[in-house]
């Protein structure tokens, strides 16, 4: 029981990354290597400030996801938007999108790296303490309370508003056939921008949970994350929302499970592994549909 | 010369190495297969002729063939596997192959030297033999860019379905630039640790893909001699600038964020599109019209020479 609370709360934290992460990819077709460095730096901001003002909880939370947020959108602009904008064909701008991804990744990472010297970073300085609650033998902290409710909340929030709303209907329009959606009336750039902001406030959100969670960052998380999110998505499926909070789930049930049975060193080797298998076996993934793309 | 050379060994050594790992990235990305597996295959061939060398007695050389087949190998498994996936998917899957191999190497107990690696494997290898070995390769390489089967792989890349009805075989020839990539990569492994005596599971990760990839993007996807320059510049600018050493991560996330919307073909598209432009501004200006039809005159030259020249030159847009 208390491995299955365990694997809630992983999966939450693991579910904000890859929501924002899965947005982005399935509507504006941006998938974005610079996610797990907006995660780790958004949450090194709000640590920066904490390091002079003393603050609580929401208002560390704030900053870290206005951070992700204008960083996200920041880099749709100045760089993936100009890439789409300079490029002939779909292939090589996704190329070029995922290369772009990963320079913009470096610029906050080696930020963050240098400021702290590689070291680990928290939020020593905050007046949130965690408290633990004992129930039928089960150790909960108000933190992982928190982080679950967070995460499950906008996990459905989101899949409700993609589908029902009619910003969503756009967006998911756009994924269909950008040129199509243009045609209609759907304002792609400023759809893509928003977007991207709202998948970095995800990434914000979770990066500051996280270390509110596990107490301490590193300079190296947003990369693994950045992979097991992708892991999740394939899981899942592309396009499919209930997939991504499905494979958030089944990716953090498995890591805890190989720490139960102590196998800790293995366990990158699950997300790994587990792209492996669901690209040979059901490329689509569980929910998702064959993509059908016309030249 | 010999003065200057002495002095610079190191960083001569290093660009080298750094060549061999990013030609084994970039040969796939010229066929359009958008695999990162020739890391992984580093770490495949170093370990293996670490391993050989330290524990089984075995000499440089077998040791360093054992290590490039074995990569090469491995490396035409993942491929005959995952051949078929397209873009990003693919990408991933060898990112992730990469990633196993030091979950692996981390986990592999006594053999592998877990987390800290396998040290005081230094071989008989000298520069002159990596440059040697590095000639072989480009050598082949140079090869594969020019004639019949430098425009087999550009419509291969360019156009999978156009160059099946042409005749050629796709995938085979898809499974067989893992086989490629997966030598270069396990040659480059194994040269490299057994040049420096040690090789660690942390060397094999996401960063060194990074690197080879910044490599390839700021010298050009599309020709050795691309990888060539872009070895030479992530090499040397640390040595030249002091700064950019303080600074190295920051300014080449620049550099290849800068490249990836602006310069998608590298400094040797850049420099082969100025050239083919003086060029065929030299030959038309005589006769034409000084200011209106220069451009236009640029444009359907008749006697427009290499013809790979000028595919490479349009399929600017690839990387």
Known sequence: ?295 | MIAWYTSNAVVVQATMTTLLLALSIQLPLRMGVFSFAGVGCFGIGGYTAAILYTKFDVGTWPAVVLGTLLAGILCYLLGLVIHRLSGLYLGMATVAFTLIVAVVATNGGSLTGGASGIFGALGGINNLHVFLLLALVIAGLAISEYGRFGRKIDSVREDPELAAALGINVSRHRKLVFLASGLIGGLAGAVTTLLRSTITPAEINFHMVVMALTVIIIGGSSSWLGALIGAVIITWLPTLLSFVAEWESIIYGFIVALAAVFLPSGVLGLAKGLIHRWRSRRRSTPPAPPSSNVEKASDDEPSSPEPEHSLASTQGGTL
Do not use: C
């Open chain 1, 1 to 295: 029981m208390q491995e299955l609370l365990n694997t809630l709360t992983l999966g939450s934290i693991y579910l904000l990354f890859a929501l924002g992460m899965a947005l982005a990819w399935s509507t504006i077709g941006i998938l974005n290597f610079a996610h797990g460095a907006i995660f780790v730096f958004s949450a090194f901001s709000a640590h920066f400030v904490s390091e002079y003002v003393a603050m609580p909880m929401p208002m560390l939370i704030l900053i870290s996801v206005l951070v992700g947020a204008t960083l996200s959108a920041l880099t749709q602009w100045l760089a993936f938007e100009q890439i789409l904008k300079r490029s002939t064909n779909h292939r090589s701008a996704e190329l070029r999108v995922l290369i772009g991804g990963i320079g913009v990744a470096a610029i906050p990472i080696a930020i963050v790296d240098r400021a702290t010297a590689s070291a680990p970073f928290g939020f020593a300085n905050s007046t949130y303490k965690s408290e633990v609650y004992e129930f039928m033998g089960l150790r909960m902290t108000n933190t992982s309370l928190i982080v679950i409710i967070a995460g499950v909340g906008i996990a459905v929030a989101l899949t409700l508003w993609l589908r029902a709303s009619r910003q969503g209907l756009g967006l998911r329009a756009i994924g269909v056939d950008s040129e199509t959606a243009s045609l209609m009336g759907v304002n792609r750039t400023v759809m893509a921008i928003g977007t991207m902001a709202i998948a970095g406030g995800l990434a914000g959100l979770a990066g500051a949970l996280q270390v509110f969670q596990l107490q301490a960052m590193g300079v190296a998380t947003g990369d693994q994350l950045l992979i097991k999110a992708f892991a999740m998505i394939v899981l899942g499926g592309l396009g499919s929302m209930a997939g991504v909070i499905l494979g958030a789930f089944v990716l953090a049930g498995a890591e805890t499970l190989i720490f139960a049975v102590d196998l800790g060193t293995w366990v990158d080797a699950v997300s790994f592994g587990l792209i492996f298998i669901v690209l040979l076996v059901r490329p689509q993934g569980i929910f998702g549909r064959q993509e059908v793309r016309r030249t």
